[in-house]
Antibody, heavy 124, light 107 residues
Framework: EVQLLESGGGLVQPGGSLRLSCAASGFTFSTCAMTWVRQAPGKGLEWVSVISGSGGSTFYADSVKGRFTISRDISKNTLYLQMNSLRAEDTAVYYC?????????????????WGQGTLVTVSS | EVVMTQSPATLSVSPGERATLSCRASQSVSSNLAWYQQKPGQAPRLLIYGASTRATGIPPTFSGSGSGTEFTLTISSLQSEDFAVYYCQQYNNWPLTFGGGTKVEIK
């Protein structure tokens, strides 16, 4: 059974940093493309970042480019999102999710298993 | 950026009735469109990809259609568990973008 467990959320001041983790199990994480998607309170879904199975390709939403970094540690079966220079508008529940069948490729960027999310609140 | 617009924002439907949800892209996304269902307090669930292919375990009461800029998600006979928010997502272009969602509520 696929399990994705996010952690690391919390309250942080504007301009601060936070690192989110997503512990993965039940599938071959080492070759699986992954993503982060966020949802502001009461709002819709917003894609944040993706990383290929090899880790060699990453993409970011314009709203977080230059501030957030996605990475993975295969030895720990864990996906990360390093968030710097946080702003109030980054307040959201952050979900990690895996690509359907773990496949990375053109026109394959949709997500079948999701974690339950971790809440990040940016406020003074 | 491809802007995805969903309509209506809220759809009131009686159990057993058909629901038709629309999603429009600001430019062609071919058939590179997915639909997700989200219930309160839960993570999204993949329903449809490739505009019309049901994900594993999704009942045939859910169907997707369309290509280019106009897409439709149809729920043929609404069950109590189908009342939720539905999002479309295009994956034809970077950045990936979601629609604002359609809430399907009990009439």
């Amino acid at each position: 059974e696929v399990q994705l467990l996010e952690s690391g959320g919390g309250l942080v001041q504007p301009g601060g940093s936070l690192r989110l983790s997503c512990a993965a199990s039940g599938f071959t994480f080492s070759t699986c493309a992954m993503t982060w998607v966020r949802q502001a309170p009461g709002k819709g879904l917003e894609w944040v970042s993706v990383i290929s199975g090899s880790g060699g390709s990453t993409f970011y939403a314009d709203s977080v480019k230059g501030r957030f970094t996605i990475s993975r540690d295969i030895s720990k079966n864990t996906l990360y999102l390093q968030m710097n220079s946080l702003r109030a508008e980054d307040t959201a529940v952050y979900y990690c999710a895996k690509y359907l069948d773990c496949v990375w490729g053109n026109y394959r960027h949709y997500f079948d298993d999701w974690g339950q999310g971790t809440l990040v609140t940016v406020s003074s | 950026e491809v802007v995805m617009t969903q309509s209506p924002a809220t759809l009131s439907v009686s159990p057993g009735e058909r629901a038709t949800l629309s999603c429009r892209a600001s430019q062609s996304v071919s058939s590179n469109l997915a639909w997700y269902q989200q219930k309160p307090g839960q993570a999204p669930r993949l329903l449809i990809y490739g505009a019309s292919t049901r994900a594993t375990g999704i009942p045939p009461t859910f169907s997707g259609s369309g290509s280019g800029t106009e897409f439709t998600l149809t729920i043929s006979s609404l069950q109590s568990e189908d009342f939720a928010v539905y999002y479309c997502q295009q994956y034809n272009n970077w950045p990936l973008t979601f629609g604002g969602g359609t809430k399907v509520e009990i009439k």
